[in-house]
C-alpha cells in the first residue's frame, strides 16, 4: 500500500519547469516584520533566531532540550576491527535515568590515526547491522527488534554499498551512524513508539500542532549523540560533518541547523523538506510528503498543503541557517522527484548570507552545472551525479575532497 500511495503520487507530479507557479522567495536577510539585516550582529541576535522558530514551529516541530539524566555506555569496543584497519565501538545514549530507553551509535575510528579524527556522522535505514558485513556489528536485541516491528531481520551488510567504511579508514574519518528506527520508526504510528511519549507532559498522547515529529526526533537524537562525541577522545568535536541520504538528509539539514556544533553538513538527495525549494511545487510538493509521511513533521505543517506560497520561508532558509559552516547540497540526474534544481536554487539563494553576513563565498554559479561536475570553490558545495536517488561512491568520493579541504588545511 505505501508503494501504492508513492505511485499514485508520483504519477500526478508535475515534473515540467513550464508548469512551476509563479513565486517570490523571501529575502533570508529580511525580517518578518520587513527591516533588512545587514550586520552580523543582527543576523545572530535577529534574523536567524526568527527563522530558527518558524522552521521549528512551522515545519519539523519543537524538539525537547536534550534529557538531563541523558547518559553513555560503551557496550562493546573491538581495537581490531575490519583486519586491523579500524577500532569499532557500539555506544548507548541513555535518555533517562534508568537503563531502558536507549538508542545504539555504531562508530569505526581508522587505526591509522595521530590523536583526535574528524567525523562523518549519518542515520541508517535497516540498522546497524546493514552498513558493513562486519561479522563484529551486533544485531539490535530481540526486545528491539519487537519494537521495531520487524518483519525479519534485515541481512547483515544488505546496505554496505552505500558506506564506504574502508575509504574512510583510508582518509583518516571516522564513521558513525544510528540506525533511525532505534529513535523513532519511520511509520505513522500516531507517535506510540520512539522516542516522543518520553517527554510527553502529563496527560498528553500525540505532540502539539508546534512539536516535533518524526524527522526533528532523528535530528535532535543526533545532536544527543554529539555529547557522547564530546566524551569520546578520539573523535575531534569540531569536526564532525552531519550526513544523510534523502528523508535523513532532511535531517541532516535540521540538526546542523539546530546545533551549531555540526561543523559541516552534507545532503544527499535531499529533495522536499530538505534542500529543494518547496515554491517550485515540482516533483514531491508539500502535499505528497505530508499525505504519504504524515508523521515526518509537524502538523502545522499541514497548513501549507498546496498553499507554497503562504510558507513564511523556504529552503533555502534552512541552508542560511547553517552559514557560515560549509555545506554540501548533491542530487542526482534521475532524481526528479526530488528536484535537482530545486535544491541548486537553494544553496544559491542562500549565498547571499554567506556573502554579505559572513564575507564567505557560497555557491558561486547562477546556472547548474553539468552532469559530474562538482562545484566545490566555495563554502556551499554543489554537484548532480548522473543516475539514480541513491548515495553512491561518487557522491562519497566527493564528500571527502570537500571535508580534505575544510578539515585539512
Ligand atoms: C521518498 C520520499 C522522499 C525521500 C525518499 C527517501 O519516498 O518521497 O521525500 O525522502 O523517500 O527517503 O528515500
Not at 578520539?234 to 564532525?240: A, G, K, M, R
Not at 541520504?245 to 545532503?267: C, E, V, Y
Request: aromatic share 12%; with cysteine.
Amino acid at each position: 500500500p505505501k508503494d501504492t500511495i508513492f505511485r499514485y503520487l508520483a504519477s500526478k507530479a508535475n515534473y515540467e519547469e513550464e508548469n512551476i507557479p509563479n513565486y517570490d522567495l523571501p529575502n533570508p536577510l529580511i525580517m518578518k516584520n520587513g527591516s533588512t539585516i545587514n550586520t552580523l550582529k543582527q543576523w545572530n541576535q535577529k534574523r536567524r533566531p526568527e527563522l530558527l522558530r518558524l522552521f521549528e514551529t512551522e515545519m519539523f516541530g519543537k524538539a525537547p532540550k536534550h534529557p538531563k539524566d541523558m547518559h553513555f555506555k560503551i557496550l562493546t569496543e573491538d581495537k581490531n576491527a575490519l583486519g586491523g584497519i579500524a577500532t569499532r565501538k557500539e555506544v548507548s545514549v541513555y535518555l533517562t535515568k534508568s537503563d531502558k530507553h536507549y538508542f545504539t551509535v555504531l562508530i569505526y575510528i581508522p587505526n591509522k590515526r595521530s590523536g583526535a579524527v574528524p567525523l562523518f556522522f549519518g542515520l541508517n535505514f535497516k540498522g546497524n547491522h546493514t552498513i558493513s558485513l562486519d561479522p563484529g556489528i551486533s544485531y539490535p536485541t530481540p526486545e528491539k527488534q519487537k519494537e521495531f516491528l520487524w518483519k525479519r531481520l534485515p541481512p547483515r551488510g544488505i546496505a554496505a554499498a552505500r558506506w564506504p567504511i574502508e575509504m574512510l579508514m583510508e582518509n583518516g574519518y571516522a564513521l558513525a551512524t544510528i540506525y533511525r528506527g532505534d529513535i523513532d520508526p519511520d511509520f505513522d504510528d500516531a507517535f506510540k513508539n520512539g522516542v516522543h511519549p518520553l517527554f510527553y507532559k502529563k496527560g498528553q498522547h500525540h505532540p502539539a500542532n508546534d512539536e516535533w515529529g518524526t524527522i526533528a526526533a532523528w535530528a535532535w537524537a543526533m545532536s544527543c549523540a554529539m555529547n557522547y562525541f564530546e566524551t569520546d577522545k578520539d573523535i575531534n568535536t569540531s569536526q564532525v560533518a552531519v550526513f544523510g541520504h534523502s528523508r535523513h538528509g532532511k535531517a541532516a539539514l535540521w540538526a546542523g541547523a539546530t546545533d551549531q556544533r555540526f561543523a559541516m553538513i552534507i545532503s544527499n538527495c535531499s529533495g522536499c523538506g530538505g534542500a529543494a525549494l518547496s515554491r517550485r511545487a515540482i516533483g514531491e510538493t508539500i502535499q505528497a510528503i505530508n499525505q504519504q509521511f504524515p508523521h515526518w513533521f509537524c502538523r502545522n505543517f499541514r497548513k501549507y498543503n498546496s498553499k507554497e506560497n503562504t510558507l513564511p520561508f523556504d529552503q533555502h532558509e534552512l541552508i542560511a541557517l547553517l552559514a557560515p559552516r560549509p555545506v554540501y547540497i548533491a542530487s542526482a540526474t534521475e532524481d526528479q522527484w526530488a528536484d535537482p534544481k530545486g535544491e541548486f536554487l537553494s544553496g544559491v539563494h542562500a549565498t547571499p548570507v554567506y556573502e554579505f553576513i559572513f564575507g564567505a563565498k557560497g555557491l558561486d554559479a547562477k546556472e547548474m552545472p553539468p552532469s559530474d561536475t562538482p562545484l566545490q570553490d566555495g563554502s556551499i558545495a554543489y554537484h548532480i551525479r548522473s543516475g539514480r536517488h541513491d548515495i553512491t561512491q561518487y557522491d562519497w568520493k566527493q564528500y571527502v575532497k570537500f571535508a580534505d579541504k575544510w578539515f585539512r588545511k
